[in-house]
């Protein structure tokens, strides 16, 4: 009797319509549409908008959601995918231009407050051939080509992409360097070193058929340890003084060196002009001296009167003076002619001969002019 009687009062209190009941009563409705607004808010949280440089692939319960290609691989649009922890989108940038810095084997410090040595842990470095120690900072350009492969050979979301193409650059370099010496490495060695790079980190890629594109490598910063910025600076200064002077010896060398063969050159035509003239006068006055003597041996008083004809005629045509005197030996039989001026294009301050008559012949003296 008593239970049921407690049965009625609960009955009377359900009925009740007190202000404490009702906001109760509320309350409960409250929670239970914020529960129902919270599920289907989560039931939709998978849905993913991706971009128009973007695809995507689903994790569901942590394999690629898709058994073909096609099916794995979403484009750019509204992607319907269940909520965590069911499903994960991974998008990933496709076809565009990606940029990567790499200072992984980069300074961290300046060279105001760098100290003596490198920690290996916090600092990275890299090692020539010559066992120097150097440090370099890197910007690497690279594109995706095929999501599911990038995806499949890194297995993660995009940023191990970037990860991943970070380690295999910084791998492949530190693998270079050794075959360089610090004095290239830190002048002419950037280019080659680069493309070096590439082709390794791109055969690499290859092998493990990443989907992944290697654009450029460049080499943006090569310095020694931070202690020694000083002394690579001075190492620059020679090198840009050196490449100077080498630049201004060439442009003397091209400004002069035309001018120096077009001298030679000059030279050499008029040796050759002047041989020819020298040869073909010898040529000439051998064959006049082989016609001359021919004659000679015919009649030889003939020559020999033309040639003193021709002797006197070149001694009185360039004389500048004629002085007239008695001979020494004979007053009566002869006279002395004093010239003065040139003879022949022969300058001298006098020049004596004598003029003898026939009859100083009988006294013995000879005639002068037989010399001829």
Same mark, same amino acid.
């Given at each position: 009797?008593?239970?049921?009687?407690?049965?009625?009062?609960?009955?009377?209190?359900?009925?009740?319509?007190?202000?404490?009941?009702?906001?109760?009563?509320?309350?409960?409705? @409250?929670?239970?549409?914020?529960?129902? =607004?919270?599920?289907?808010?989560?039931?939709?949280?998978?849905?993913?908008?991706?971009?128009?440089?973007?695809?995507?692939?689903?994790?569901?319960?942590?394999?690629?959601?898709?058994?073909?290609?096609?099916?794995?691989?979403?484009?750019?649009?509204?992607?319907?995918?269940?909520? $965590?922890?069911?499903?994960?989108?991974?998008?990933?940038?496709?076809?565009?231009?990606?940029?990567?810095?790499?200072?992984?084997?980069?300074?961290?410090?300046?060279?105001?407050?760098?100290?003596?040595?490198?920690?290996?842990?916090?600092? %990275?470095?890299?090692?020539?051939?010559?066992?120097?120690?150097?440090? =370099?900072?890197?910007?690497?350009?690279?594109?995706?080509?095929?999501?599911?492969?990038?995806?499949?050979?890194?297995?993660?979301?995009?940023?191990? @992409?970037?990860?991943? =193409?970070?380690? &295999?650059? +910084?791998?492949?370099?530190?693998?270079?360097?050794?075959?360089?010496?610090? !004095?290239?490495?830190?002048?002419?060695?950037?280019?080659?070193?680069?493309?070096?790079? $590439?082709?390794?980190?791109?055969?690499?890629?290859?092998?493990?058929?990443? %989907?992944?594109?290697? &654009?450029?490598?460049?080499?943006?910063?090569?310095?020694?340890?931070?202690? @020694?910025?000083?002394?690579?600076?001075? +190492?620059?200064?020679?090198? &840009? !003084?050196?490449?100077?002077?080498?630049?201004?010896?060439?442009?003397?060398?091209?400004?002069?060196?035309?001018?120096?063969?077009?001298?030679?050159?000059?030279?050499?035509?008029?040796?050759?002009?002047?041989?020819?003239? +020298?040869?073909?006068?010898?040529?000439?006055?051998?064959?006049?001296?082989?016609?001359?003597?021919?004659?000679? $041996?015919?009649?030889? !008083?003939?020559?020999?009167?033309?040639?003193?004809?021709?002797?006197?005629?070149?001694?009185?045509?360039?004389?500048?003076? @004629?002085?007239?005197?008695?001979?020494?030996?004979?007053?009566?039989?002869?006279?002395?002619?004093?010239?003065?001026?040139?003879?022949?294009? +022969?300058?001298?301050?006098?020049?004596?001969?004598?003029?003898?008559?026939?009859?100083?012949?009988?006294?013995?003296?000879?005639?002068?002019?037989?010399?001829?």
């Amino acid at each position: 009797m008593n239970k049921k009687n407690q049965e009625n009062e609960l009955v009377k209190i359900g009925k009740a319509d007190t202000p404490l009941i009702r906001t109760v009563r509320d309350a409960m409705f @409250l929670v239970k549409l914020l529960l129902v =607004v919270l599920a289907v808010g989560y039931f939709f949280s998978g849905i993913t908008l991706i971009e128009p440089d973007q695809t995507a692939v689903i994790y569901r319960l942590g394999r690629i959601a898709g058994s073909t290609p096609s099916e794995k691989i979403h484009e750019p649009g509204w992607l319907f995918a269940l909520p $965590k922890p069911f499903d994960y989108v991974v998008r990933i940038p496709s076809g565009r231009i990606l940029q990567l810095r790499i200072r992984e084997l980069a300074a961290i410090s300046s060279p105001e407050t760098a100290s003596a040595t490198i920690d290996p842990v916090k600092e %990275g470095y890299c090692i020539s051939g010559d066992l120097n120690v150097f440090q =370099v900072s890197m910007d690497v350009k690279f594109q995706i080509l095929d999501s599911l492969a990038a995806l499949l050979s890194f297995e993660g979301n995009g940023q191990n @992409l970037f990860a991943a =193409v970070n380690d &295999i650059v +910084v791998s492949e370099f530190v693998k270079v360097s050794a075959g360089y010496l610090i !004095d290239d490495v830190l002048t002419e060695a950037k280019e080659a070193m680069a493309a070096e790079v $590439k082709a390794r980190a791109e055969a690499k890629l290859a092998k493990l058929n990443a %989907g992944i594109n290697l &654009i450029s490598i460049e080499i943006s910063e090569v310095l020694p340890p931070s202690r @020694l910025a000083s002394d690579f600076e001075d +190492v620059q200064t020679a090198f &840009i !003084d050196s490449e100077h002077f080498v630049s201004r010896a060439q442009s003397m060398r091209s400004s002069t060196l035309p001018a120096a063969v077009s001298k030679a050159e000059e030279t050499i035509n008029e040796a050759k002009s002047y041989s020819e003239q +020298v040869i073909a006068k010898a040529v000439a006055d051998t064959e006049s001296f082989k016609k001359l003597l021919e004659v000679y $041996k015919s009649d030889p !008083d003939e020559i020999k009167m033309q040639m003193r004809s021709d002797t006197f005629s070149k001694m009185f045509k360039n004389m500048g003076g @004629l002085v007239l005197a008695p001979s020494e030996k004979d007053f009566k039989s002869g006279m002395t002619l004093l010239l003065n001026g040139n003879l022949g294009g +022969v300058s001298g301050n006098s020049i004596y001969t004598t003029l003898y008559s026939e009859s100083d012949e009988q006294y013995g003296y000879g005639n002068p002019l037989d010399e001829y």
